[in-house]
């Protein structure tokens, strides 16, 4: 990870961490860096923060004093912006997001020209310019400078494109959708009752400040009462861009990222659409996903935390389904990122085909008891580089053997340091990961 971009692109506390000076820069950078032989066209998204507004202007006026064409597609998902890039003749594209983070927060993704998230060297350079290492960038001039269009024809077409994915009909099926009062309030309802559902709606009013706040993928239970409420077939959450997605069956079960791959996997095994029999995963996937998938006769790869690991896995050995347990899930035959929307249709997709219920699909999954503690710190680098702390690791490690695990890192997106430990109960998994939390309090890096 750079000094600014980290696995998810550039975030912190708005006209904080990231201020619209930074988001100038990117702009200026970026204008000229894809306009240097050409004039660039650069295409922006949106979600619903108060911020948003504010970083789009700042990007768009560094964009055009470059020369570069900026088009909005104003409120939008981040897997829409990939799309419009790798489908129209786009430079490269922009999301301002923070994702699941709370409102106060921001971020800038910066989309190249296939799609996919940045490559780190052109990040680098951004974040030189940002320093003033790199030097200064000439300003356009006369009828070279950029202009700005209104683009929300883009975010449309990405509407139609999904509608299409569909291979059936959902009338009849009564689907709950919690919007988290993001990105997905203006796309996901148009789809689902495009395509025949009987739509119900939730967290689906953004005012600026109430996005990811009790509700959305982060806050699942909120949907989880919603859908056992109305008595829904099924139900699916999205973060605040969505690019991810979780989903509540009708019995009110949780299926997370995990049990997504599970259910997609099997499917697209059976229909013989699964490419290599494989399917990739992270660190953080569960145990008792990777003995199911041993059942089922189908193989896996296990990647490094963020969804850009896993599509770079998918990109070098050609599979074609991965995730995380957050529920980013990339299906590369229509994305070249995660796509919550999509994911929820590609579910409904197997429970149509193969007439079930989502319950039943999932229910081969033996979930292992799972505990994750998010440790705000001073360093993550140090902290995670600490001698005592690596030790107390070690030690869980050797206790649970073969019956659990123990996974510390450092989040990509947050000053965290995140203790994960899978065992046979709860408590077990309480009490190993509340070790290693002792001892980074008792070392000094936990911050307050």
């Known amino acids: 990870m750079g000094k600014y971009f980290g696995t998810d692109g550039f975030r912190g506390e708005a006209n904080v961490v990231l201020t619209v000076e930074h988001a ?69 594209g922009i999301m301002i997001s923070a994702s699941h983070n709370p409102f106060y927060d921001n971020g800038i993704k910066v989309i190249n020209g296939k799609g996919e998230k940045l490559e780190a060297e052109v990040e680098t350079k951004i974040e030189a310019y940002i320093d003033g290492i790199w030097g200064e960038i000439p300003f356009a001039v006369k009828e070279n400078i950029g202009r700005t269009v209104d683009y929300v024809m883009g975010r449309n077409r990405y509407i139609g494109y999904l509608i299409s994915l569909a291979t059936r009909s959902f009338k009849g099926v009564r689907v709950g959708l919690d919007c988290s009062n993001g990105s997905s309030s203006s796309i996901a309802k148009n789809v689902f009752d495009a395509l025949g559902a009987k739509t119900y709606v939730i967290n689906n009013e953004p005012d600026g400040t109430n996005i990811n706040t009790n509700c959305g993928s982060t806050h699942i239970n909120v949907l989880k009462d919603f859908v056992l409420e109305k008595g829904l077939d099924v139900g699916f959450a999205y973060d605040g861009d969505a690019d991810r997605c979780i989903a509540i ?80 899930i990339i299906f590369s035959k229509h994305a070249s990122t995660g796509d919550g929307i999509l994911t929820s249709l590609k579910l409904m997709e197997v429970m149509m085909e193969k007439k079930e219920t989502l319950h039943r699909l999932a229910e081969p999954v033996t979930i292992y008891p799972q505990v994750l ?68 309090e008792q070392k000094g890096h936990v911050a307050k």
């Not at 660039?40 to 789009?56: C, L, P, Q």
């Open 24 to 92: 100038y820069k990117v702009g200026r950078f970026l204008g000229w860096y894809y306009g240097q032989d050409h004039k660039a066209k650069i295409v922006i998204g949106k979600d619903t923060r108060r911020s948003s507004y504010m970083f789009e202007y700042s990007l768009v006026a560094g964009l055009t004093a470059s020369g570069a064409d900026a088009y909005l597609l104003h409120v939008t998902t981040t897997p829409s912006v990939s799309y419009v890039v790798r489908t129209e003749d786009f430079d490269c």
């Open 249 to 328: 069956d009708h019995t009110g079960r949780i299926i997370d990222g995990d049990l997504i791959l599970y259910v997609c996997g099997c499917y697209m095994k059976e229909t013989g659409t699964l490419k290599n029999n494989t399917v990739v995963t992270t660190v953080m996937s569960n145990l008792g996903l990777y003995k199911a998938f041993d059942k089922a006769g189908i193989h896996y790869e296990k990647t490094a935390v963020g969804d850009k690991y896993v599509y770079e896995n998918m990109v070098t050995n050609n599979h074609c389904l991965g995730g995380e347990q957050s529920g980013h």
């Open 373 to 440: 503690k998010n440790v705000k710190v001073k360093s993550k680098s140090e902290a995670q580089a600490d001698e005592d702390v690596q030790s107390a690791v070690e030690k869980v490690a050797k206790e649970l053997g073969k019956d659990g695990r123990i996974l510390v890192r450092e989040s990509g997106t947050e000053p965290l340091i995140r203790v994960m430990v899978e065992a046979a109960s709860d408590e077990i998994c309480e009490q190993y990961a509340d070790q290693v939390v002792a001892v980074l």
